[in-house]
Nanobody
């Protein structure tokens, strides 16, 4: 069955960098719709970054544009989120997700578009 396992979260100082990993099993990342979401305490879960792994399609939320980037290692079947210049407002639990089939560009960061979710990895950024 489809499983996603996140890792890489940590407690860091502002302006530090972290790389989150999402190891996929039960499917291959060659042609998948993938995303990272995050949820801070007391806030709604929000979409952070999206990729279609079968092409070059990438999309980032305004709040992380220019600081976060996505990459994929097909050999390791792992999806990464590189986070640079971290800010205290990036503090959240980060989740990896994948859809069950085609996902339109209009729903790239819509939670309801994603069927499978990991358990999350915590990122804490202090000032």
């Amino acid at each position: 069955q489809v499983q996603l396992l996140e890792s890489g979260g940590d407690s860091v100082q502002a302006r530090a960098s972290l790389r989150l990993s999402c190891r996929a099993s039960g499917f291959t990342l060659n042609h998948a719709y993938m995303a990272w979401f995050r949820q801070a305490p007391g806030k709604e879960r929000e979409g952070v970054a999206y990729a279609y792994t079968g092409g070059r399609s990438r999309f980032y939320a305004d709040s992380v544009q220019g600081r976060f980037s996505l990459s994929i290692d097909n050999n390791a079947n792992t999806f990464y989120l590189q986070m640079n210049d971290l800010k205290p407002e990036d503090t959240a639990m980060y989740y990896c997700a994948t859809s069950d089939g085609y996902l339109s560009r209009w729903r790239r960061l819509a939670q309801s578009a994603y069927k499978y979710w990991g358990q999350g990895t915590q990122v804490t950024v202090s000032s």
